[in-house]
């Protein structure tokens, strides 16, 4: 695989590729740094064979340097969450037997006496580029290109490994399936050690010739302005993001509301992703914008696999069908394919998308593959050809007195409640049930919800048998990056 087909920048040197704050970057300049940046890892090798090299940066040309510099150099990439605790970095970059780290600034500042503790070589970008460009090596689709680490929601979190091979397919079908173009415009503010910001958005957009405006975090000001101005015709974000930004709508006058809302309108595509949509969200956000959401599904492991078609209908509450080049079948507990309509069953994927291995880990990767499928763990079940994910094995299906009940569903319900601002079920040892449903409820300021109430309201809207047996009031739900609750911290609080 040559320089210019794996995870690549477009050649149209003046065109740009890049927007960070007041700043603007062409893929001719984008490009150079990266070549400059490249050479400087080797330091006159040859080639980096596969050596890792962690990063600690937000969005940011730099950051995009880095990552495209690692690869161009025969590195595995290892972008790192700036938001993490230093026990979770040891953890990181131990596992993976990082050798250098590259931060800058403040970022650099925060991770100097680990660093030194783990005798790992700490450099700025800026210490790293070269002069000039040196010959770079040939990259083959085989090589080991990216570790990414899983959020640890419910074990601790592994290396994802993914070839040259297995981005290029993760990118390409998306390109396909979203019909990107150089004509393009997007905000990436999600995090960028995380699939989505990194494949779905940063990727794609660069590939396909497109522009990507960079913000190291969700500035809502300054992107709804962007919004207002048109900047944008593709926005990607996660369900909380989209409620974020209707709870912004509170706190402004109707007619910028209305404004924010004009901008969204003609865009060609609203995805969301990263976590299930609530069918109320679905709904609240096509009145407001117009916009019929494309709501996807995918994992750290497969990148995307599933998604609503982008000509067709987008159903609320489904994640779609098999991508481009993407193989997906339901399995039952005895591992037989379910070819029943509304049968439950895991989601296995096959595909050039499918991670390589978890990283220094036989074992764990051994067991995530049975017969060339990869478990996801996760639970659905096929609706008129649409997958609806009904959660995670382990965790969102609970099983009650012979029934197998899906925490999703429950919770899309429950946050149909006026007074209900967000909610998580879980399941709860329960001597007659086995497992019965627990309710933890974040309220909508100045209101309040008993149990028995609660328990009226939902007769009717849901089985008996579904409807929670427990609620507990809480704050605010425990969430990681991506927004993801984390089930194991409400586990805790029992």
Request: proline share 4%; net charge negative; charged share 25%.
């Amino acid at each position: 695989m040559t320089q210019d087909s794996f995870p690549k920048l477009t050649n149209d040197n003046d065109r740009v590729a890049l927007v960070e704050g007041d700043k603007s970057y062409t893929y001719g300049e984008v490009n150079r740094r990266i070549d400059r940046l490249a050479t400087g890892l080797l330091d006159g090798k040859d080639d980096l064979k596969e050596e890792r090299i962690a990063f600690f940066m937000p969005a940011s040309l730099d950051y995009v340097a880095t990552m495209h510099g690692i690869w161009r150099a025969g590195g595995i990439a290892i972008p790192l969450n700036v938001a993490s605790a230093v026990a979770e970095l040891d953890h990181y970059l131990t596992s993976a037997g990082v050798t250098r780290m590259i931060a800058n600034g403040k970022y650099q500042e925060s991770l100097r006496d680990l660093c030194s503790e783990l005798h790992i070589e700490l450099v700025s970008s800026d210490d790293v580029l070269a002069d000039e460009v040196a010959a770079l090596p040939e990259i083959i689709p085989e090589r080991r290109g990216m570790m990414l680490f899983t959020s640890g929601t419910t074990n601790k979190p592994k290396g994802v490994v993914s070839t040259h091979k297995t981005i290029h397919a993760q990118i390409t079908t998306l390109i396909e399936a979203w019909a990107w173009t150089e004509d393009d415009v997007i905000p990436l503010f999600l995090p960028v050690h995380h699939i989505h910001g990194i494949i779905n958005i940063l990727s794609c957009g660069l590939w396909a010739g497109a522009t990507v405006h960079l913000f190291a975090k969700f500035d809502i000001p300054k992107i709804t302005a962007e919004i207002v101005a048109g900047s944008y015709n593709v926005f990607m974000a996660v369900p909380t993001i989209y409620v974020k930004l209707i709870q912004y709508f509170d706190t402004i006058d109707a007619d910028e509301v209305q404004k924010i809302c004009d901008g969204f309108r003609p865009m060609r595509l609203n995805i969301s992703g990263s976590a299930a949509c609530p069918v109320k969200l679905f709904e609240q956000w096509q009145q407001l914008t117009g916009q019929v959401l494309l709501e996807r599904y995918g994992m750290t492991e497969i990148g995307m696999g599933l998604s609503n078609p982008y000509d067709g209908e987008r159903r609320a509450g489904h994640v779609g069908q098999p991508l481009p080049g993407v193989e997906a079948q339901l399995f039952d507990e005895d591992h037989n394919p379910v070819t029943e309509e509304g049968v439950a069953g895991e989601i296995r994927i096959k595909g050039d998308n499918v991670f390589l291995e978890y990283w220094d880990n036989e074992k764990a990767t051994i067991e995530s593959f049975r017969d060339g499928w990869f478990c996801t763990g996760d639970v659905a079940v096929i609706e008129d050809g649409y997958y609806r994910i009904m959660g995670r094995s382990s965790i969102d299906i609970i099983k009650s007195g012979g029934y197998k009940l899906s925490a999703l569903e429950i919770e899309g319900v429950l946050l149909a409640h006026d007074d209900i601002a967000e909610v998580a079920v879980i399941g709860v040892e329960d001597e007659t049930w086995g497992e019965s449903v627990m309710a933890f409820i974040g309220l909508r300021d100045g209101t309040r919800l008993e149990y028995d109430d609660l328990k009226r309201w939902c007769d009717g809207k849901m089985s008996a048998y579904k409807i929670p047996k427990a609620i507990k009031i809480i704050d605010a739900l425990p969430r990681n990056a991506m927004g993801k609750v984390t089930k194991t911290e409400l586990k805790k609080l029992l």
